[in-house]
């Protein structure tokens, strides 16, 4: 005897008011892919503001306020230089926008060695080593055969990427020399297929709906400006004497006329058997509606209003701080989570080029992008220095952490968020008083206590 199979779909069925069945309208809705192509992308990004600043902003929020080295200054120093050398932030910013536009870019990890189908050992770049940082879209680097080896780093992702150079060699290159960023990573490389294997979908794929409903409701609403006003004329046995040619002629010729000396504001004349009226449109639920539409394309880019928009918050006592601190927030994971990995060889990279070794003390945090108001700068500068306080205690040789080890840290954090200004040189300053008005006291002393008498005589 055979196995029944029996399939069961859990559903709301209502067959009196066609709620689930072939009836319903609902029912017949279904996703589809929407296809995008790369001229398609270009022509959304140059030519309409929304596709182009659903993009950007996220990538340049992310980069704008950058990261904190935390390490010794001199240390500090020379890598922020190495960073500028480089244009690491620039060409970070362009590798990001182009990721997000086309669903994938790099950037190459240049040391000036040849063979760049071996991994990058970042043990052997010195000082300087680190000659030039490259972006490149996926449209310019082909993604290689996947790796399948659940063993290796590299699991799910292209053995070797190619690159076309101008004469038209193929030139390999080790993912491990390349600093990779995806759009939107697509769920599954093995159901979804891609005119650029290896790489994810453009960002815009999934808001390009939203998008052309907001821009369709918005050219409509442009275009209903131009017809806000009609003039209805009746005019007697129109439809009668419509097909007589020079009837059409003169009716044409009449109104012409009239509009011309009507202008604007004048006086229309008419026959007295000819009626006028005019009908003007209302406008006073259309913000409302096209809001809507911007609304849904901000939740849909998961950019708030306020910030894709560039307007205030509606409603009362609205500020959109929470909105924007959320915001912030997921920019903060996404730097953790997606950007500081993508980073880490380069990182390793610039370390080493800058100082010529690798500290391992040295590391970075990103920097709040959240800004602070005066008050809240002034009460975080309390606080910072209060949890120094207690540290050191009031009692020497009680101290919970050495006092000039606590003073150091202290110094180091004032400097970085900016607390105080200017702090670093003046310490410096300082110091260098400091010595010179001790080396005048023991000169004094040493005169004080008796003729000077020189070495070789002593």
Known sequence: MGNIIAFVRDSLTNMVANLGTSRDKAAAS????PILSDEDLLNAYRGAWLPRK????????????????????????AIEAEEKRLNVKGKLLETRIKARLWGGAAMVIGTGEQDLTQPLDVERVGKGGLKYLTVMSRRQLTAGEID?????????KPKLYQIKSAEGMQVDIHPSRLVIFNGNPPPDDELVTTTYAGWGD????SVVDAIKQADGTASNIASLVFEAKVNVIRIPDFMQNLGDERYRAKILERYTLAATAKGINGDLL?????????KQASFATLPEVLMSFLQIVSGAADIPATRLLGQSPAGMNATGESDL????DRLQAMQEVEMTPAMARLDECIIRSALGSRDPNIYYEWAPLWGMSEKEKADVFKTKADAARQLVGTTPGQEIIPRDAVSDALVNTLVED?????????IEEYGKLSDQEESEEEVSAAVS?????PPSER
């Open 270 to 278: 008419l026959d007295k058997e000819e009626e006028y009226e005019q």
């Open 202 to 205: 453009s960002v815009l794929l």
């Open 449 to 453: 206590s008796g003729p000077l008498i």
């Open 54 to 77: 659903i993009v950007d902003i996220p990538a340049f929020d992310s980069m704008r306020a950058w990261r904190d080295w935390q390490a010794k200054k001199p240390q500090i120093e």
């Open 418 to 426: 900016g607390s105080l200004p200017g702090l670093d040189a003046a």
């Open 325 to 328: 601190r959320n915001y912030y």
């Open 30 to 33: 279904f996703y589809s892919m």
């Open 148 to 156: 399948r080896d659940p063993a290796s780093e590299w699991y799910g």
